[in-house]
């Protein structure tokens, strides 16, 4: 056989003339989003402010590193002499190596319902029988999209949104996401007229809106749903009989003043049909335990249940990680003290973080939530464009060294906004990085007419 | 309001599986508490050799405690680390304990390993990646019951089955291959590569270097790509070795064909033989970059939890331990098996030769009443309900002919096995030559039972 010269079949036919799937193909091209690119800079080089202190410092990871050392204690206390002693410790390893459900153990289930319930407040109850726990909420979100949507549906989702979305739902289901944009006159709130107007458009050309997803706590903006919000979405869900996902990983990382709601709290109160609304958590944000892949899929709709715990074969928690996080979870002392002490330092990097932009007379979108603030930089850039935010992006990165995600990244319809994370870094670093997007920008005009 | 994947009923085939399960569950053999109960012989989770593990476990506190050697805390690192490349640590140990298992004849390299949640996930990923919907990957029967759901399901792929036959010891003959392929063809479907698994599951065979190279000058003919499920790998416990698809592609005459390794994948994991199938490690190893990178990309949706990876780096880095585990669970599995062969001899029952497996492919053709897969369900019921074994009838892994059945021996100790053993032998001297169906009305109400339950019956079934 010979190769072809045609340029356009070079990519596929680089490894000899085997052809692979065109969706293995398409996910397998290096990553063009700049959040990606951004992320892989910052890990090749990293800042750190003894041994590199001219490395990327990385505010694109929304990971929070502030209250690590509680863990490390609680650590140090409590795996130490469980393992080789006593066999009814819950850290014992008898039976750990066996087929667990694929859904996750019951213990887990009962422990998670008890956390999610405490960071929101005790507001709502949540029934270990109605969740099915994933390997990160990454997987949970692809479960649902397959439960819920065929290839070639959509979803309506609002923006700016989550980079990660995009792989979540498009990856392998086959379904779209349809963009619902959000403006900065209302400080990026979402609208029923909005999410109208998109269902509309989408219904003219075909496509199929199987349901809404939304993040609340939002990210990237850090933004909450009201509670007249939520009734707003349920009731255009009814009226439009499409499913509600809600994403709310970050409702454990309050740390403005205003009250945290979650869906399933509405639910209960109102007459609203259950069926239709599935929550998606994790232990990535709030507990900062991204690498130990814990996540959870929490509907009131038995046959998304059933089919969910079915698809948990491809992505169930591993045995030793759920052994440990029955115990953590289980210790109220400690998760009370955690979530108090997470909140204050929470609030205390946000206020400085913010401050300290504002002194660049750079402002933020008010937020409640998150671990990062969604920074409006658009007097800094050349031209108001996508165009133009890039070019900002790209000197903040390779001139300024720091690595930040712009709102093109996450489809903000408006250019200029960047998501800075805020808790990978110490207090001591925050004026180094104010230093630096100083030195990037320091041709702009608009930062020495700070007012 | 449900997507038609969820809706579908592709994933139910394995009916039978969940009566078997709930009719377990519900009546669970115990030494001591329920001496009467039916014992669990359907699922293929090896428990032999757990011991040396959780020895090895306790006597290394400190990895379990997240500390280093030096007894510093890694927690922080392992909290963050969700990298889709792996821990290269973790990688590195694989890749040496995949080539030991092999006997040091293949080398493995890390950069072409991808780690995934168990092998479901892993081989889930690898169709993913070769084929789109409405493809066909070929799949030789019989075979594990699992793969209607992990290789199907959502990726929207049709399976081919390739049927062997008991005339052959099951073996895949070309002409089986040949005429599988024509088959789809003829249902004008693009086949896209053949899956097979050795050791294999249900019978316990390892294939010839013969056998694995015709499949490969195979898929080179045809086109397609070749995946090994080797996750038995670890279970060859007898002669002959076994011998990777890997081993089988390095010979000369084949390496001509520089397209070759960009075709093969092999799909591994730690359940079976390391017996940790909670733990949720498996993998994909690959020549080919495309493959490879797609495939990291996608592990995203099934990561193996960083703690995991940094508690079995450092066991597989001993390689004392390893050495020794590989050694006793081999004996181990060999002597249980043979319990199992020779109990079953005593009664009159065959199994087909094995050297590798939790499990043996047994042969109940002549206890069936007619050569009919009823008679063989009906068999199954029996052997359930009146007999107390919880054994897998061939049509569940889609046996072109009935009466042979997978029975595992490696999840129960050895007096449990000695009690099936003379189940099964008490059984076989009632039935002698009278093939009348004697159900008490207790196995007559459970099965009007599993008939309403049919429909509903979201019960999950774990095993291999």
């Known amino acids: ?451 | 309001m449900l997507s038609s994947k969820a809706s579908s009923n592709c994933h139910g085939q394995d009916s039978l599986y969940f009566l078997g399960w709930q009719v377990y569950e519900k009546n669970p053999f115990h030494e001591v508490e329920n001496p009467t109960g039916i014992i669990q012989m359907g699922l293929a989770e090896n428990q032999l050799s757990f011991d040396l593990v959780e020895s090895w476990l306790r006597k290394n506190p400190d990895v379990m405690g997240l500390k280093n050697k030096d007894g510093e805390s890694v927690f922080r690192d392992l909290a963050l680390f969700q990298d889709y490349h792996g821990m290269p640590a973790f990688k590195n140990e694989l890749v040496e304990y995949m080539a030991k298992i092999r006997g040091n004849k293949v080398k493995f390299d890390p950069n072409n390993l991808v780690l995934a949640a168990g092998a479901t996930s892993a081989n889930e990923t690898l169709i993913f990646c070769l084929a789109d919907p409405g493809d066909a990957i070929l799949l030789p029967t019989p075979s594990y019951a699992g793969f209607d759901r992990d290789l199907k399901w959502r990726t929207g792929v049709e399976i081919v089955p390739i049927h062997c036959s008991s005339s052959n010891g099951f073996r895949i003959s070309m002409f089986a291959l040949e005429e599988a392929y024509e088959r789809a063809q003829k249902l004008n479907l693009k086949v896209k590569g053949v899956l097979i698994t050795n050791p294999s599951n249900p019978l316990g065979t390892t294939m010839t270097k013969d056998e694995l190279q015709s499949l490969i000058t195979f898929a080179i003919d045809k086109d397609i790509h070749l995946i090994s499920d080797e996750v038995f790998s670890g279970t060859v416990f007898d002669s002959p070795c076994f011998i990777s698809i890997m081993e089988a592609a390095m010979d000369s005459n084949l390496k001509r064909n520089t397209d070759v390794l960009s075709r093969i994948h092999i799909v591994y994991s730690l359940s079976k033989d390391l017996g940790l199938p909670g733990f949720r490690v498996g993998m994909i190893y690959s020549n080919n970059q495309t493959v490879v990178s797609a495939a990291t990309k996608m592990s995203s949706f099934g990561l193996v939890s960083s703690q995991t990876q940094y508690l079995l780096s450092y066991m597989l880095a001993n390689k004392k331990f390893t050495s020794n585990y590989m050694k006793r669970n081999q004996k181990r599995l060999k002597k249980r098996k043979e319990m199992l062969v020779s109990g079953l001899k005593k009664s009159g029952i065959n199994c087909l030769k094995s050297n590798a497996g939790l499990f043996c492919w047994v042969d109940m053709r002549h206890l069936l009443c007619s050569n009919t897969f009823e008679a063989e369900t009906d068999l199954w019921k029996k052997i359930l309900c009146e007999v107390g074994l919880n054994i897998s009838p061939g049509s569940s892994f889609h046996c072109s002919q009935p009466g042979w059945f997978r029975v595992c021996f490696a999840n129960m100790n050895q007096s449990t096995l000695q009690v099936a053993l003379r189940r099964i032998k008490d059984f076989v001297e009632r039935s002698s030559f009278n093939y009348q169906q004697n159900m008490g009305s207790l196995s007559r109400k459970l099965i009007s039972n599993w008939v309403r339950k049919l429909s509903s019956a979201d019960r999950e079934e774990q095993e291999r």
């Open chain 1, 1 to 451: 056989m010979t190769r072809t010269s045609s340029r356009s079949n070079l990519f596929s036919r680089s490894i000899g003339q085997v052809r692979i799937s065109s969706r293995a193909i398409s996910i397998a091209k290096p990553n063009e989003s700049p959040y990606y690119i951004g992320l892989d800079k910052a890990s090749e080089d990293p800042y750190d402010r003894l041994s590199n202190p001219d490395g990327v410092i990385q505010l694109g990871l929304s990971e929070n590193r502030l209250c690590f050392d509680l863990i490390e204690k609680w650590m140090s206390e409590n795996l130490g002499h469980s393992i080789t002693g006593r066999d009814n410790g819950e850290l014992n390893i008898n039976g750990i190596a066996t087929y667990q459900p694929f859904d996750g153990t019951m213990e887990l289930k009962l422990a998670m319902a008890g956390f999610m319930s405490h960071i929101m407040g005790g507001a709502v109850t949540f029934e270990p029988s109605q969740m099915v726990l994933t390997a990160g909420a990454t997987p949970a979100i692809e479960t649902l999209c397959f439960c819920l949507a065929d290839q070639g549906n959509a979803f309506l989702v609002p923006t700016p949104y989550y980079p990660g979305f995009d792989r979540d739902v498009k990856f392998r289901t086959g379904v779209e996401l349809i963009p619902v944009h959000c403006r900065s006159t209302d400080n990026f709130a979402l609208s029923v007229t909005a999410l109208d107007q998109a269902f509309n458009q989408t219904r003219k050309h075909g496509t199929k809106i199987r349901g809404i997803l939304l993040s609340n706590p939002a990210n990237p903006v850090g933004n909450l749903l009201s509670r007249e919000m939520l009734y707003a979405i349920l009731d255009f869900a009814r009226e439009k009989n499409i499913h509600v996902i809600s994403d709310e990983i970050f409702a454990g990382s309050m740390y403005g003043n205003e009250e945290f709601v979650s869906m399933a709290e509405v639910l209960d109160s109102e007459g609203f049909d259950k069926n239709r609304v599935h929550i998606v958590y994790g232990l990535s944000k709030d507990l900062s335990l991204p690498g130990f892949r814990v996540g959870v899929i929490y509907s009131f709709n038995e046959n998304v249940l059933a089919a969910a715990r079915k698809l948990t074969r491809f992505s169930s928690v591993s045995a030793p990680t759920q052994r440990l996080l029955v115990s953590m979870l289980s210790d109220a002392r400690f998760i009370e003290e955690y979530i108090k002490t997470n909140k204050r330092r929470l609030q205390n990097m946000h206020a400085l973080f913010v401050a300290g932009l504002k002194g660049l007379n750079i402002r933020c979108a008010d937020s409640s939530a998150g671990l990062y603030c969604w920074a409006d930089m658009s007097k800094l850039i050349s031209s108001y464009s996508e165009k133009g935010e890039l070019e900002l992006w790209d000197k903040l990165l390779n001139v300024g060294k720091i690595n930040v995600t712009p709102g093109s990244a996450c489809h903000c319809i408006e250019p200029g906004w960047f998501r800075c994370c805020f808790t990978t870094l110490a207090e001591e670093d925050i004026p180094v990085v104010l230093e630096r997007i100083r030195k990037a920008v320091e041709n702009t005009t608009d930062l020495l007419n700070s007012s």
